[in-house]
């Protein structure tokens, strides 16, 4: 089956600690997304890539890092400069093309203690 | 940038009455503009989308949206739901190459 993987789904980390949320997808899409959900905000934009070996910033990118060195994988680091990392984490792809909407993940739900 | 504003932040709805969820966005040349639904601890699943030509469109679950440009909203409606329809739903718009949501609106459907 085709989609994209965000693992693990729960993620517990001390304060001070980077810690790595994983996206993978089979869908041979170009383009790859990383969002935050807090409740009663919606979804923030952190980074995105269009191309392998390149991304851009989102709206809210301080205290987050990421990689594009293959297609179907964008890991995202969240680290310890993130003042409040708790948060539901989403991925999601896109196919290139102006009629495409995007695929979403599962979702990581990190707490940070 | 886009700005997509549901004015709603949560819906009370009885079992198989109609339902209309608000959306509207800041203007632009064009746009793309969906609707996605999420379960709780779920991702978001499209329900549907506007790209071009008629501007009612239809998801096979019965709702339906309509784009109006002159008044840059893409409200859903639904004309009967289920308990089933118990979801939080994002209207959202495509720019070029980036994605913005609205804030969400919570429909609870009550028996």
């Known amino acids: 089956d085709g989609g994209i993987t965000q693992s693990p789904k729960y993620l517990f980390r001390k304060e001070g600690q980077n810690v790595t949320l994983s996206c993978e997808q089979n869908?041979?899409?170009?383009?790859m997304y990383w969002y935050r959900q807090d409740p009663g905000q919606g979804l923030r934009l952190i980074y995105y890539?269009?191309?392998?070996?390149?991304?851009q910033k989102g709206d809210i990118a301080e205290g987050y890092s990421v990689s594009r060195e293959k297609k179907e994988s964008f890991p995202l680091t969240v680290t310890s400069a993130q003042k409040n990392p708790t948060a539901f984490y989403l991925c999601?792809?896109?196919?290139?093309?102006?009629?495409?909407?995007?695929?979403f993940g599962q979702g990581t739900r990190l707490t940070v203690v | 940038a886009q700005s997509v504003t549901q004015l709603d932040s949560q819906v009370p709805v009885f079992e198989e009455a109609p339902v209309e969820l608000r959306c509207n966005y800041s203007s632009s040349v064009s746009v793309y503009l969906f609707w996605y639904v999420q379960y709780p601890n779920q991702g978001l699943q499209l329900l549907l989308k506007y790209l071009s030509g008629s501007t009612l469109v239809e998801s096979i679950n019965g709702f339906e949206a309509e784009f109006n440009k002159s008044q840059t909203s893409f409200h859903l409606r639904k004309p009967s739901v289920h308990i089933s329809d118990t979801a939080e739903y994002f209207c959202a718009v495509r720019d070029f190459n980036k994605f913005y949501f609205g804030s969400g609106t919570k429909l609870n459907v009550k028996p």
């Open positions: 869908l041979n899409h170009d383009a």
């Open positions: 890539s269009q191309i392998v070996n390149d991304f």
């Open positions: 999601a792809s896109r196919q290139g093309g102006s009629n495409t909407e995007a695929f």
